[in-house]
Structures are given as C-alpha cells and as structure tokens.
C-alpha cells in the first residue's frame, strides 16, 4: 500500500464536501483507486490484488475515512463483496471475480429489506434454482454504493438455506433506485435495489444451501472491521481539526485550549481516537493470525470505534462553536457520518446483544 494514502490525498484534494453537497464522487475518482486495487486492498496477489494485511488494510481504511466517509463506504462495500466472493466462492468462481474487483469494477452487498434490517432472518428475497439457471426476486434497501457498482453481490434464500448471488448491475429485472439525501455519508451511492425475475446462469450463485445467519455473519465481518477503521479515520479528522482551533482560537484572553473545560473534550477526543486505534489493531492482529477471537474482536472493535466516532464527532464540534456550524466543515459532516455508523453493520444495540452472549458463554 506505499503511495496509497499520498494518492488518495490528491484525488480528495478538498473536494470532500463538494462530493457530500452534490451526492456524487466523480467516477474518474472511484475507478482511479478500484484499478489500482485500493478499494479493496486485501484481494490476493493471486487474484491480482495487493494482498495487504487486515492491519495495513484497517491504516488505509482509517486514511480514506478521515478524508471522506463516503469513500470510504464505497471501499468497505467494495471489500465486503470481495471478501464474501473469497470465503463462500468456488475456485472457479474465485477466478471469475477477484481480478475483476482488484482491477477496476465496482461491487455493493445486499442484505437489508424494508422489513429486513436487523432482523436479517426475516428476509424474503429467493434465489430460485430452475434448470441450469436461478431466477432472484427481491426488494433490497440501502445496499451503500449499488448507485456506483457495477455488480450487487444479493443475499437471499435458497433451497432451505440461504446463498449470495452476483447479480450484474445490468442485467434485465435489476432496478437500482438511489436513497434521495441521506443524511450523511452523502456521497456513498446509497440505493434501493429490486429484483424482478433476474435469469442468471447458476455459476453465479455462491455458497448455496447454508444456514442464512451464518452466511451474513461471514459477510457482515469484512463489513465491520472496515467500518471500524474508518470510525477512527472519522476519530482522527476531528482531533486534528478541534486541536488546530483551539489552539488557534482565543476567547477571554487566551487560546480555548487553555479553558479547562475545552481541555476536557479534547481529552477525551484523544482517548477516543486512542481507543478505538487499539480495538481495531487488536481485531486486525486477530484477522492476521487467523484467531478463533477474530468474530468477537470485530464486533467489539466495530461498537467500540462507532460509539467513540459518534461521541467524539459530538465533541469536536462543540470545541470548534460556530466554526462547525457551516454546512460541509470537516467536522459537521464527520457528526453527520458518525452517527451512521452506530447504525449499520450491526447497530450498536445488536453489537451490545453479541458481546452480551460473548460474555455470558464464557469460561469462570
Ligand atoms: P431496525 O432494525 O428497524 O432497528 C431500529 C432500532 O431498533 C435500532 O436502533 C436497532 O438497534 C433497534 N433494535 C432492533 N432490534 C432490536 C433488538 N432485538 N433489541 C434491541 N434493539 C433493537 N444494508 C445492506 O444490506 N447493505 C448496505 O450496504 C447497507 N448500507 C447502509 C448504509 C447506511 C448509511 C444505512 C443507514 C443503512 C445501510 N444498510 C445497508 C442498512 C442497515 O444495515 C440497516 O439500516 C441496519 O441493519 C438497521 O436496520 P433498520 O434500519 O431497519 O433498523
């Protein structure tokens, strides 16, 4: 990944909040980083990928996150495709897609319904075996980037259990529906995405038959570390931005850093970005080393890194005053982006019920 994050300063320059008012990351954008492979960085050598670890991938990812959180989206459901390709696909299949994500195609993942959302089970989307064909028929929400993505990677039930199917962002039947302005992560390229009797050849199907919640925990993992890092990415943006200004700034006769109370937010925005910093380099050295802990890291570095974003994003922008209150500021969006994050992948109240059966299956 050397030059990675040096590139993605250029390409960002300060047209973040131009990205976040419009909606849009121009696609120049977008393909420069996928063709070269950074948009999902741990894909194999083998594949043509960069082959970087779940640690220098979690660096990068927090880079691109303090830059700009819907890039960032993009990138993690980019690695979420490319990892769910890898954990549930043939070789065959192995061969078929992962050179094409390492070197400049676009993917999203589909799990959410409109009755869907955290109660993945309750899913109602099938992809149907007929001949040598499937036939998917589904209603998808929110799936972050399908605007941009040339393929969808679609979870839906299958036979008795559940599968993914890499649906073709243009094949007959898919119909891609932006969300209209999402609150933030703008620019992500959030849609809805129907499925109308989609006829794909049956190769596309990967790991049909398996129990559906597993199938959405191996996928939802990738997610999680990758929102993770970019949490401290957001964590990062706003401790470089609220120490610039209270430095800079003065009230009362002296630099706001110097009001102890000021002082106090910046505390605890440094033992935030901190933090989260360890659980996710403590998750990443899981991922690493192959520990069985790996499931159980990832989500305690996911709720413990979007708690800290959102916190810490509240803080920064109480410490900048109306300096945060202009639409597009580094930190008034970082507060609008946090928040999401608390949300998705497993909001916080599902992350808290994992780790509650974590700690409660314990050993004395
Ligand atoms: P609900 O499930 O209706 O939950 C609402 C609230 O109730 C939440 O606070 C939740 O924590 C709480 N709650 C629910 N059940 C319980 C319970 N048993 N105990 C305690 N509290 C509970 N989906 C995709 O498939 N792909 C994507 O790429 C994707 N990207 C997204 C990006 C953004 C910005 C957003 C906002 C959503 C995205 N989603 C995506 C959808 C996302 O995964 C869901 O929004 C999320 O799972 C929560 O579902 P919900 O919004 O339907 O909320």
Redesign the pocket.
Known sequence: LAGAAGLVDDLVGDLAPGWDRTGLIPDEVLRALAARGLLCPAVPAAFGGLGASSLANGEFTAHVGSRCSSLR?VMT?QG?AAWTIQRLGTAQQHEDYLPELAGGRLA?????EPE?????AAMTTTIEPDGDDVVIRGQ???????HYADMIVV?GRHGSGAAAVVVPASAEGVTVRRVPQ?S??RA?G?ADVRLDDVRLPARAVLGGGQPLMLLVTTALAY?RISVAWGCVGILRACLDAARGHARARRQFGRPLARHQLVGRHLANLLIAEQTATRVCEHASRCWDGGSPDMVVATVLAKQVSAVQAAQGAAAAVQILGSAAAHEGHVVERAYRDAK?ME????????CQ?ILADHAVSMAA
């Open positions: 989206s459901s979420m999203a993942v589909a799990f959410s869907a959302g955290s109660d993945l998808k929400v929110w799936t972050t980037a399908a979870v999402p933030g992560c992500a959030h997610g999401l949300l998705i992948e497993g909001s916080t109240e599902i019920m």
